[in-house]
């Protein structure tokens, strides 16, 4: 038996049977590669589901994970730890908020929002301000707050009941969102840009709008950026692209480069809804993941790497655009920076099977939108390896002027 088969097996006589996994081991990263048990390379376009912003094995990280793992993992928060406060400071700094909650998850952070929203919802309007908005499509989660903002039946179905109070309306539909709301609104919460949705943005004036209403029925406005946040869209947060500042931003999976942590950053005013003992966790804001939190959101800067986003993400675009321009079977490119999809007309699963095989990992979702999360160190000569993988599957399709040859 491979050491894949071995590692398979183990898994399929043990585990929930949750996971649809690719048939591929890994067993170490350097950068934008990864490494299966038999030495085989792969270049990296899905980095940990956009969590491995910074590659793998980055060497400050490896270091500071090393030196604070020495020193102190976890004390819980019954103590101060050196790096929470920190965090959170620079967290406020580049968001322009003003305080933090820190959790272990995306959908820990979601749950959290909603918790807060509906404490401050309450506060203002009663009982009866609770209702929440969200999107059709949206993914916000698996705990059954953040399911139950979630707008897709594929991830409800079976859970029911969830929460009540949810009204979802579809993306940058301007008419539905103003129906939606009213005095017992207590929050809006969205994606910018849906990630497991799909790559699909909001709308400048649909979030301008979305800014307004929440300001008129005095409900919070909730970004999720647990996907598009923290720099894939080539600005550290998304909502800074979009020019629409929201009262929470939920982020979580690249800023501790691995280690897991979530965070939700508000705004003052509602900061003060909440008091001690209504919130908390035992692991979340823990010094190793701060610690590591901070030396992220260092790299980031010093390395340059938000330019990098935007130039070779442009890179990207126009690449993935000449792909349709070409190939029938491919339709629309979605998305910006390091958050991008290539619409198909067909399944993308065999084209992250045949990925696998030249040694790229794609990743597919909502069955035919190929995303691309890479990390955030990504340049064109990678670009330009993935399109030639990608051209030889669509290769395989009749290409649009045979189409129009044929139709005349
Ligand atoms: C991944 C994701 C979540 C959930 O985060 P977890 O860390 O998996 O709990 C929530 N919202 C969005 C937009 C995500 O991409």
């Known amino acids: ?6 590692i398979a097996e183990l898994e399929q006589r043990y585990l929930l049977p949750t996971y649809n996994r690719y048939p591929v081991a890994l067993e170490k990263g350097k950068g934008v590669y990864l490494y299966d048990f038999d030495g085989k390379k792969y270049l990296d376009f899905v980095a940990g589901l956009g969590v491995n912003a910074l590659g793998h094995a980055h060497p400050r990280i490896v270091k500071t994970i090393r030196e604070q793992a020495a020193k102190l993992i976890h004390i ?24 933090a909650f820190f959790s272990n998850s995306g959908t820990e952070a979601i749950e959290g929002s909603i918790k807060l929203a509906r404490l401050a919802g309450h506060r203002i309007g009663g009982a009866a301000k ?20 979630t707008g897709q039946e594929k991830h409800r179905k079976g859970f029911e009941p969830l929460l009540e109070d949810v009204t979802f309306v579809p993306q940058n539909d301007i008419a539905a969102l103003r129906e939606a709301i009213n005095e017992n609104t207590c929050a809006i919460v969205l994606e910018p840009i849906f990630g497991e949705g799909g790559i699909l943005e909001c709308s400048p004036e649909f979030l301008r709008e979305c800014r307004l209403l929440a300001d008129q029925h005095k409900a919070a406005l909730v970004f999720d950026e647990i996907q598009c946040g923290l720099g894939r869209t080539g600005t550290l947060f998304a909502f800074q692209a979009f020019g629409v500042t929201p009262d929470i931003v939920a982020i979580a999976k690249p800023i501790a480069a691995g280690v897991p942590l979530g965070a939700f950053i508000v705004r003052e005013q509602l900061a003060n809804a909440i008091s001690p003992g209504q919130h908390g966790t035992t692991f979340g804001g823990g010094p190793l993941a701060c610690r590591v939190g901070l030396e992220y959101l260092a790299i980031v800067e010093e390395e340059k790497l938000l330019e990098n986003v935007a130039r070779v ?61 890479p990390p955030f160190m990504l340049e064109e000569k990678h670009v330009d390896k993935a399109i030639r993988v990608l051209k030889k599957l669509l290769g395989k399709k009749r290409k649009k002027e045979e189409i129009a040859v044929s139709a005349a």
């Open 313 to 373: 993400g442009q890179y990207l675009s126009q690449q993935l655009r000449l792909l349709v321009d070409k190939y029938a079977s491919a339709q629309a490119v979605r998305g910006r920076g390091f958050i991008q999809g290539l619409v198909l007309e067909i399944p993308a699963r065999p084209f992250v099977e045949q990925g696998l095989a030249e040694g790229v990992l794609f990743n597919v979702t909502q069955d035919t939108v190929l995303r691309f999360l």
């Open 76 to 99: 819980s928060n019954l103590y101060y730890n050196e790096y929470q406060g920190q965090l959170a400071e620079r967290l406020c700094q580049l968001s322009g908020l003003q305080r």
């Open 1 to 6: 038996m491979s050491r894949l088969e071995q």
């Open 130 to 149: 609770s209702k929440l908005v969200g999107l059709d499509g949206s993914y916000h989660g698996r705990t059954f707050g953040a399911l139950s903002l």
